[in-house]
Nanobody
Framework: QVDLVESGGGSVQAGGSLRLSCAGS????????WGWFRQVPGKEREGVAA???????SYADSVKGRFTISKDHAKNALYLEMNVLKPEDTAVYYC??????????????????????WGQGTQVTVSS
């Protein structure tokens, strides 16, 4: 079992920045694929960014160049730095984790990687 707790959401004006954090509870942090997703009520959940066990990252086209995903093994933490925020970034943001040892799938938030652990979500609101 991996418990994930997000923090750092809030309200910001367009063009501003926020940093989301996700605290994990297990020590096998390095053996997981980690990702950030977001969801707006009435819409499908959207993959935002992922970071693999080797530190390689991938992003949805809508956030490339503006968002940065990173992880800190020492702190069992995952981060999402969001810059140049737009009103369309408004959503509930979720962190997620999946054990790379349990699947041949590649770490990605857009190609069906089986994320088995999810946080409760944190609201991000960007006003114009």
């Amino acid at each position: 079992q991996v418990d994930l707790v997000e923090s750092g959401g809030g309200s910001v004006q367009a063009g501003g920045s926020l940093r989301l954090s996700c605290a994990g509870s297990r020590y096998t942090y390095s053996q997981y694929c980690w990702g950030w997703f977001r969801q707006v009520p009435g819409k499908e959940r959207e993959g935002v960014a992922a970071v693999d066990s080797d530190g390689s990252t991938s992003y949805a086209d809508s956030v490339k160049g503006r968002f940065t995903i990173s992880k800190d093994h020492a702190k069992n933490a995952l981060y999402l730095e969001m810059n140049v925020l737009k009103p369309e970034d408004t959503a509930v943001y979720y962190c997620a984790a999946g054990d790379l040892r349990n699947t041949p799938a590649s770490c990605s938030v857009t190609r069906g990687f089986p994320f088995g652990y999810w946080g409760q979500g944190t609201q991000v609101t960007v006003s114009s």
